[in-house]
């Protein structure tokens, strides 16, 4: 797997930088505490919902997906590609379907996973109101993610609507109407500000229509380029002001915005809000360890977190248990065993501390209106 993952195109002080520095990250992420005892009553609910599952594709089969000449060409694209389980040659013959194809099965083959949100993604509106594919880095439009999750019935409609759109609301009634079961926004990569009050339309339809608003929190280093000052969670205040549900991804975990750590902010936030949440997708990258461990024992995000996982990024070496001094040594080895990303990512995290919990949290506030 990590032979395969690292192609040629991968520069090798990348290959190297990532295997050499893996064990002395994720060790001084997690030495705050000390190893976690397992215990019986630490059960893994049955069919867990995935709510941040990304997918992509390079525009074959007539999908619209859109990838930029920078992204093709960045060390990035060949992991990625590696990590969904296509090649760019499957993907011209067959289609950006394939991609789809991929997660669905490989989600099946999963203990404990049983459905997961694959999450379209818009890109940045430039001054005509039209796509500006001279900024935009990855676009997955929602007619393709539609189209796939009608096809799979294991896979869930993420619809993406940057709100500088001139018809953005309209595309969220549509995208409502075609079974999508949140929106996903990362400003700092679609180029807007959540505190824009031009966006308030938006976000009362958003309320109208019962879509929660996952919006990336903390920095961003999966594209060449970002804001990272829109990633700050306070810039979410507000569509929950409005009554907007919102899922800050990542907890906000090691961003730092005015002096402060974003997930501090993010706690504050909790206090005020109840319609805020949170999601621990790629909390098992090896620069983030720490921050489930902080997360699940912050009483402000007490039955606040959601499960998400960031598939792809957990089929990469950034995600093993070996990086953790928290999993005992003998649970290292029996999560190593599991071949399925899914319940690999979903024993880690329960060995760091997600309680059954957080596993179940989007069938007890999510799934009824998603119809899961």
């Known amino acids: 797997m990590m032979n395969e993952l690292f192609a040629k195109p991968v520069p090798a002080t990348i290959k190297r930088k990532l295997l050499l520095s893996g064990l002395?990250?994720?060790?001084?992420n997690s030495m705050d505490q000390?190893?976690?005892?397992?215990?019986?009553?630490?059960?893994?609910?049955?069919?867990?919902?995935?709510?941040?599952?990304?997918i992509a594709g390079i525009g074959a089969g007539g999908s619209g997906c859109f990838i930029s000449p920078r992204m093709r060409h960045n060390w990035r694209f060949n992991i990625y590609l590696h990590s969904f389980g296509v090649s760019r040659r499957e993907l011209e013959r067959q289609g950006d379907h394939l991609v789809a194809d991929h997660i669905s099965a490989s989600l099946a083959g999963s203990q404990f996973v049983s459905h997961a949100v694959i999450l379209a993604m818009d890109g940045v509106i430039g001054p005509d109101g039209q796509l500006d594919t001279n900024l935009t880095e990855v676009y997955v439009p929602n007619e393709f993610v539609a189209a796939m999750a009608a096809q799979h019935t294991?896979?869930?409609?993420?619809?993406?609507?940057?709100?500088?759109?001139?018809?953005?609301?309209?595309?969220?009634?549509?995208?409502?109407?075609?079974?999508?079961?949140?929106?996903?926004?990362?400003?700092?990569?679609?180029?807007?500000?959540?505190?824009?009050?031009?966006?308030?339309p938006f976000y009362n339809k958003l309320v109208e229509l019962n879509l929660p608003l996952l919006s990336h929190t903390g920095p961003e280093h999966s594209f060449s380029k970002a804001d990272a000052a829109l990633g700050d969670p306070e810039k979410l205040r507000l569509p929950l002001s409005l009554g907007v549900t919102v899922i800050?991804?990542?907890v906000a975990a090691s961003g730092k915005y005015h002096g402060e750590r974003g997930a501090d902010r993010l706690a504050r936030m909790m206090r005020e809000y109840p319609n805020l949440y949170a999601d621990i997708s790629a909390l098992t990258l090896v620069n983030n360890l720490g921050y489930l461990h902080r997360a699940v024992h912050r009483p402000e995000f007490a039955g606040r977190l959601v499960y998400g996982s960031d598939f792809p990024l957990i089929r990469t070496p950034l995600v093993s248990p070996w990086y953790s001094v928290r999993i005992p040594f003998r649970e290292k080895f029996a999560i190593a065993r599991h071949r399925n990303p899914w319940d690999r990512d979903v024993l880690m995290k329960r060995d760091l501390g997600a309680s059954p919990e957080i596993f179940g949290q989007w069938g007890q506030r999510f799934g009824a209106a998603a119809g899961t």
């Open 248 to 250: 800050a991804a990542h």
């Open 154 to 200: 294991n896979l869930l409609f993420g619809a993406s609507v940057n709100p500088l759109r001139p018809d953005a609301v309209e595309r969220l009634t549509w995208a409502k109407a075609h079974g999508a079961v949140l929106v996903k926004w990362l400003p700092s990569i679609m180029e807007f500000d959540p505190s824009d009050p031009r966006f308030i």
């Open 24 to 28: 002395l990250l994720g060790a001084l």
């Open 34 to 54: 000390p190893a976690r005892a397992l215990s019986v009553l630490d059960a893994i609910p049955a069919g867990i919902v995935d709510m941040h599952c990304h």
